[in-house]
C-alpha cells in the first residue's frame, strides 16, 4: 500500500484509490481522538483544530459519539439541566460559563468533569426572525470543537414537520336523486372499489369512497338522506363489489365543501346531521384556508378551515352523531415519520446528546403514528418531541387550548410516554407574537400557564417517569423559580445573550435588526440563580433562607439595572452555592462517594 501523508489526507483533493480511501477514514478518526485527548489533557493547538474540522466533516460528524445521551443526566444529583441556543459563535463562552458555575467548582477532585456531570449545553441552533432554525455542517463542526467531551449538545431539528399528505379519496359527484343519477353514481362507486377488491393477492385493502352533493344541487335535505341512506346500503350489502357483504373498511362518506367562519360551521353540521341520519360514518370537509393557517403554512386538521371555537363544538357534535370529521387532507405519517428520523439521525451522527423534533401541525393521533415509529428507529439515544403551548392539541372530539391547555399536555404526555420517550420540551413555537410560556400573573394574556399549572405538569410528568425541559422566554427569574420547582432543565436565550450586528448567514434575513449572542456573564448568571432555586428547594435550613435572600437581591438588582449590585451579589449568590452544594451532597446524599462521574 502507498504510504500516506497526512496532510494529503486531510486536504480536499488527492487522487483516491480503495486503499487511500481506507487510510483516509482511518487517519481522521485518528485526528478526531487527537483533538479529544488534547482538549481533555490541555489545549490543541490551531493545526490539529484545524485538522480535527477537516477530519469532522469529512467524516460527516463524530465516529466516536458517546452512547449516553441527555436522558442519562441525573438533575436529582446534580441539579436541573440548562441550555443555551446558539448557533456556535459563542459555544465557547457558554462552555467557559458551565465551567466557571457553582456547582462543578463545588465537585470533589475527585470526579471528572464530564458533559453529564456539568449538565450544560450549546443548544445548535440558528436564531431567526421567525424562531428556531436548523444549523449545517459548519456550525455544527464549530460547536462539536467547542464543545466535545465537557459539555453538552443538543439541538432542534424543526419545530414543524415536513407534511406530506395522501392521495385524496375518490369522490362521486351527485347533482340530482333522480334513479337515472343513482345508477349512475352506483356504478362509478363500483368501479373505484374495483381495485381495492382485485388486489394481487386477493385481500381486499380498505376505502372510503367520498359523496359529493354540490350547492346548487336542487336536492331537499329529507330527499338526500333517502339518496345517501340508498347508496350506503348499496356500499354496505357488498352489491358495489359483488359480495355478501362489503370488506372490512370499504365504506361511503360525504364530503362537504364549506365556507369560513359562522357560514362554514353551519354547513358542517347539517353535513355530520345528513351523515347520521343516512348512516354514513364519515365526513369529510374541503374549504379554504383561514388567513392565520396560511400564515403558518398550514395547521392540524380542521383549524386550516375554522378556529378552535368552532373546531371543538363540530367535533364535539360529531362524536355525538357517531361521525368521524376530518379534514380534506390525511398526513401521511409514515412519510412524516422517516423526514424527521433523517435530521435527527444527523443530529446525533454529528455528536449531539439530544434533539428536538416539533410534531407541529399533526393532530393527537398522528403524532401518536409519528412518535412511535421515531421512538422505535432512535430508542438508545435522546430524541424529545415537543409540545408547543401556543398551538395546543388537536384531538379526538376537542381542541385544548388557552384555559384547556393543562388537560391537553397531559393527553399528550401520556400519547408519547405509551412509545417509551424519556425526555420531551415543552415550548412556545411563535417567538415573534411575543408571547411565553410562563404566566406573570393570573390576569396576564401574554403567558400560557401559571406556576400551579407548571408543579401540577411536572408532577404529572414523573408519574410517567418523564422528564420535561421548559422553554419559551423563560428570564432569569423565571430560572430560579424552575430550579426550585426542581424541573428536569429549562432552555434560555434572551435571558443569557446580548444583542449584536447582523452578520454572517443571518444578513439576508428581512426580518432581523439585531441578534441574540450569548456571553460568559448572562449564562453563569442564569446558571448560579438555577442552581440556587435547585438548592432552596433542597436546603430547609438556614443556608437555604440565606440563599433565597441573596437570589431575591439579586433579582432585584437585575430588574432595576443595578450593574454594582448585580456584580457583588452575583459573586456572594455563586459563594453561598458553592458551599449549598457541598452541604447537599454530604447531608442529602449521605456521602461524597455517591457523587460520580
Same mark, same amino acid.
Given at each position: ?16 484509490? &480503495? ?12 485526528? @478526531? ?41 441525573? /438533575? ?39 458533559? @453529564? ?14 424562531? #428556531? ?5 459548519? #456550525?455544527?463542526?464549530?460547536?462539536? !470543537? ?7 449538545? $443538543?439541538?432542534?431539528?424543526?419545530? %414543524? ?9 375518490? %369522490? ?21 372499489? %374495483? ?34 341512506? /340508498? ?12 359480495? %355478501? ?45 383561514? *388567513? ?31 361521525? /368521524? ?40 393521533? #398522528? ?51 405509551? /412509545? ?7 415550548? $412556545? ?9 410562563? *404566566?406573570?400573573?393570573?390576569?396576564? $394574556? ?12 411536572? &408532577? ?55 441578534? +441574540?449572542?450569548?456571553?460568559? &456573564? ?6 448560579? !440563580? ?16 440565606? !440563599? #433565597? ?38 447531608? +442529602?446524599? +449521605? ?7
Amino acid at each position: 500500500m502507498n504510504a500516506v501523508v497526512p496532510g494529503q489526507i486531510l486536504r480536499s483533493r488527492y487522487s483516491r484509490t &480503495e486503499d487511500r480511501d481506507r487510510s483516509w477514514a482511518d487517519l481522521c478518526r485518528r485526528t @478526531l481522538s487527537e483533538y479529544r485527548h488534547a482538549v481533555i489533557f490541555g489545549n490543541p493547538s490551531p493545526t490539529l483544530t484545524a485538522k480535527a474540522r477537516q477530519a469532522y466533516l469529512r467524516l460527516g460528524g463524530d465516529p466516536a459519539r458517546s452512547t449516553d445521551s441527555l436522558k442519562d443526566y441525573d /438533575h436529582v444529583r446534580y441539579g436541573p439541566f440548562l441550555g443555551v441556543s446558539d448557533e456556535g459563535s459563542a459555544a465557547g463562552e457558554i462552555r467557559d460559563a458551565a465551567f466557571e458555575s457553582p456547582k462543578v467548582c463545588a465537585l470533589p477532585k475527585s470526579v471528572r468533569r464530564t458533559p @453529564l456531570v456539568v449538565g450544560i449545553a450549546v443548544d445548535a441552533e440558528r436564531l431567526g426572525g421567525i424562531g #428556531e432554525l436548523a444549523v449545517g455542517p459548519e #456550525e455544527y463542526a464549530d460547536i462539536w !470543537l467547542a464543545c466535545v467531551d465537557r459539555v453538552l449538545i $443538543t439541538t432542534n431539528i424543526g419545530t %414543524r414537520v415536513n407534511v406530506r399528505v395522501y392521495r385524496r379519496e375518490p %369522490r362521486i359527484l351527485l347533482r340530482t336523486d333522480s334513479t337515472n343519477a343513482l345508477k349512475r353514481a352506483e356504478r362509478e362507486i363500483t368501479e373505484a372499489f %374495483r381495485p381495492f377488491v382485485n388486489t394481487p393477492d386477493r385481500q381486499p385493502r380498505p376505502l372510503t369512497v367520498l359523496i359529493d352533493i354540490p350547492r346548487f344541487a336542487r336536492i331537499t335535505n329529507p330527499r338526500k338522506v333517502a339518496a345517501l341512506a /340508498h347508496l350506503a346500503s348499496f356500499v354496505a350489502s357488498g352489491k358495489a363489489v359483488g359480495m %355478501r357483504r362489503a370488506p372490512k373498511g370499504q365504506v361511503l362518506g360525504l364530503v362537504a365543501w364549506v365556507g369560513r367562519g359562522i357560514t362554514g360551521r353551519d354547513t358542517s353540521m347539517t353535513a355530520i346531521d345528513l351523515a347520521c341520519r343516512a348512516g354514513l360514518g364519515v365526513v369529510v370537509l374541503d374549504g379554504v384556508k383561514r *388567513k392565520v393557517a396560511d400564515q403558518a403554512v398550514s395547521l392540524a386538521g380542521l383549524l386550516d378551515y375554522f378556529p378552535p371555537g368552532i373546531v371543538g363544538p363540530l367535533l364535539r357534535e360529531a362524536n355525538q352523531a357517531n361521525v /368521524h370529521l376530518r379534514a380534506a387532507n390525511l398526513p401521511d405519517a409514515d412519510t412524516i415519520a422517516r423526514s424527521i428520523w433523517v435530521g435527527l439521525n444527523t443530529a446525533r451522527a454529528m455528536g449531539a446528546d439530544l434533539g428536538k423534533y416539533g410534531c407541529f401541525p399533526l393532530t393527537r393521533p #398522528e403524532i401518536d403514528n409519528v412518535v412511535q415509529q421515531v421512538q422505535q428507529w432512535l430508542c438508545g439515544w435522546s430524541a424529545a418531541p415537543v409540545f408547543f403551548v401556543d398551538q395546543g392539541l388537536l384531538r379526538e372530539g376537542a381542541v385544548d387550548v388557552e384555559r384547556d391547555l393543562p388537560r391537553g399536555i397531559q393527553i399528550w404526555l401520556k400519547t408519547v410516554a405509551a /412509545h417509551g420517550v424519556r425526555v420531551v420540551l415543552i415550548d $412556545t413555537i411563535d417567538k415573534a407574537s411575543g408571547r411565553r410560556l410562563l *404566566k406573570t400573573s393570573p390576569g396576564d $394574556t401574554k403567558g400560557y400557564l401559571g406556576w400551579r399549572q407548571i408543579k401540577r405538569i411536572e &408532577e404529572y410528568a414523573r408519574d410517567l417517569k418523564m422528564k420535561v425541559l421548559w422553554a419559551g422566554g423563560l428570564g432569569m427569574r423565571d430560572a430560579f423559580e424552575m430550579g426550585k420547582l426542581e424541573v428536569f432543565g429549562i432552555y434560555v436565550t434572551s435571558a443569557a445573550a446580548t444583542t449584536v450586528p447582523v452578520g454572517g448567514s443571518y444578513v439576508c434575513d428581512p426580518a432581523l435588526a439585531g441578534v +441574540k449572542k450569548p456571553t460568559r &456573564e448572562g449564562v453563569l448568571r442564569t446558571k448560579i !440563580l438555577l442552581e440556587a432555586g435547585f438548592l432552596v428547594s433542597k436546603l430547609k435550613d438556614v443556608a437555604g433562607r440565606d !440563599l #433565597e435572600r441573596v437570589a431575591g437581591a439579586l433579582l432585584s438588582a437585575l430588574d432595576q439595572a443595578d450593574s454594582v449590585s448585580i456584580t457583588s451579589l452575583t459573586a456572594e449568590l455563586a459563594s453561598k452555592c458553592v458551599a449549598g452544594w457541598r452541604a447537599y451532597w454530604d447531608v +442529602k446524599l +449521605k456521602s461524597r462517594s455517591r457523587i460520580t462521574g
